[in-house]
């Protein structure tokens, strides 16, 4: 971790920490995700990543699935 900047812990008040979390989704209808579809899902992700207090570290939107890597906080569990 130490080569890598963004390897750095992460600290609160009260724990240092370094959540990441690898989300992937499938959607029903393949293909869907191309074009004006594929950033506007980019968009929308990275919203969301920036107001729930997480960081982004990598998002991917490929014309079937999505890959997001975000770095969390401990208070929020994944299935947030």
Not at 5 to 19: E, I, K, V
Not at 23 to 29: A, D, L
Not at 34 to 54: P, R
Request: charged share 20%; glycine share 2%; with cysteine.
């Amino acid at each position: 971790m130490e080569g890598n900047p963004q390897a750095r812990l992460r600290s609160t008040r009260h724990a240092r920490y370094w959540c990441a979390y690898h989300f992937v989704w499938i959607p029903k209808h393949k293909d869907i995700l191309v074009s004006e579809v594929a950033e506007y899902t980019k968009e929308v992700i990275n919203e969301i990543v920036a107001e729930l207090g997480c960081e982004n570290l990598a998002t991917n939107v490929m014309s079937d699935h999505v890959h997001v890597f975000v770095l969390c906080p401990p208070r929020l569990a994944p299935a947030y």
